[in-house]
């Protein structure tokens, strides 16, 4: 049954040395009421599992300056030099990927697979390292999935169950972070009554989801 909370409460349950996935692309869609209480938790050592590491000027990039991440993959990081920063002094590992992989190793993750063959790098440096292998005539690399102990989205509303919406383009990699994470922690805009969601809307359903963490008081 999924349990609501407020930010810090839910944080509270990330412990040092996890994975996390956090949703967002660009300022759209990001968990910043989660990141904001990530600042002021204790917690350490996080290999971090996202599109970007946000701006210097954004929460995002406030909780980069904290430290706590230790290991950091996604797609796009030159938008926060203080990121690229702490990655030339050693003081957070950093790990780039073609975005196009970086989402199927997601979806692979919460689909239970084992890894996924993919053309994109072949013959760059991204290869390096890679399992290599010639599918009908075409070189493919070995991606292996992405799987997290927790992930932090941003979705637009909740019901009472859990179940979740997103606007627009916030729907970018929230939906799928929380398929492939063992506990979901959700910031929601808005929380209606069980039932005040329409089915056809649903693109998280409530089995996915954990924790709610409501930016507004919940309605009656």
Same mark, same amino acid.
């Given at each position: ?6 930010? +810090? ?11 996390? *996935?956090?949703?967002?692309?660009? /300022? ?25 590491? #946000? @701006? /210097? ?27 690229? %920063?702490?990655?030339?002094? #050693?003081?957070? +590992?950093?790990?780039? *990927?073609? *975005? ?5 190793? !997601?979806? &692979? #993750?919460? &689909? ?17 390292? %890679? ?17 997290? +102990? ?15 919406? =997103?606007? $627009? ?11 492939? &994470? ?6 929601? @805009? ?5 039932? #005040?969601?329409? /089915?056809?809307?649903? *693109?998280?359903?409530?089995? =996915?989801? +954990?924790? !709610?963490?409501? $930016? ?5």
């Amino acid at each position: 049954m999924v349990r609501f909370m407020n930010a +810090d409460e839910a944080v509270a349950c990330i412990r040092d040395n996890s994975t996390v *996935m956090s949703g967002g692309f660009g /300022p759209v869609g990001n968990p910043f009421t989660l990141l904001d209480a990530l600042c002021r938790s204790p917690v350490s050592g996080l290999t971090w599992i996202s599109n970007s590491l #946000g @701006e /210097p000027k954004d929460a995002f990039g406030k909780f980069v300056r904290t430290g706590k991440i230790k290991s950091a993959k996604g797609s796009i990081f030159n938008r926060n030099p203080e990121a690229i %920063r702490m990655f030339r002094e #050693g003081k957070m +590992d950093i790990e780039v *990927m073609p *975005m196009g992989n970086f989402v199927e190793k !997601i979806r &692979a #993750g919460g &689909a239970g697979l084992g890894g996924f063959y993919s053309p994109v790098g072949v013959g760059t440096i991204y290869e390096e390292g %890679r399992e290599k292998r010639v599918i009908n005539g075409r070189e493919y690399l070995l991606e292996y999935p992405f799987t997290a +102990d927790f992930a932090l989205i941003y979705a637009t509303k909740a019901d009472r169950l859990g179940n979740l919406v =997103y606007a $627009k383009t916030t729907k970018n990699f929230n939906p799928i972070m929380a398929t492939a &994470a063992k506990i979901t922690i959700a910031e929601v @805009e808005e929380v209606v009554e069980t039932g #005040g969601i329409d /089915p056809e809307e649903i *693109m998280t359903p409530f089995v =996915y989801v +954990d924790i !709610i963490v409501p $930016k507004r008081e919940l309605q009656r």
